[in-house]
């Protein structure tokens, strides 16, 4: 089981990035996205119900952020726009066997190699 994350880089302040996660190997019950900053806890950014779609996002990300899936390609995605330089930190992608959509990492028992978010600003 392999999750591949990508679209990281770096971003000047208020602009917009996407994030895809390709899993390989398994489907997934959910899949979430997280991000580490250095010194920090790792952050619950959003999470996606496979089959039904159905999203969570903390307040702290709430409108900006966006999941989305595409079930053929088996990829998650993380639109993220009005970046701001707190936002820079590596992003996760992850996947649930078992939950159905949670931003609480120990829920995860899938974890993609991480890419790097830098926002300049």
């Known amino acids: 089981v392999q999750l591949q994350a990508s679209g990281g880089g770096l971003v000047q302040a208020g602009g917009s990035l996407r994030l895809s996660c390709t899993a390989s190997?398994?489907?997934?019950?959910?899949m979430g996205w997280f991000r580490q900053a250095p010194g920090k806890e790792r952050e619950g950014l959003a999470a996606?119900?496979?089959?039904?779609?159905?999203?969570v996002y903390p307040d702290s990300v709430k409108g900006r952020f966006t999941i989305s899936r595409d079930n053929v390609k088996n990829t998650v995605y993380l639109q993220m726009n009005g970046l701001k330089p707190e936002d820079t930190a590596v992003y996760f992608c992850?996947?649930?066997?078992?939950?159905?959509?949670?931003?609480?990492?120990?829920?995860?028992?899938?974890w993609g190699q991480g890419t790097q978010l830098t926002v300049s600003s």
């Open positions: 190997g398994r489907t997934f019950r959910s």
């Open positions: 992850a996947g649930s066997t078992y939950s159905s959509g949670t931003v609480y990492p120990p829920s995860y028992d899938y």
């Open positions: 996606i119900n496979w089959s039904s779609g159905n999203t």
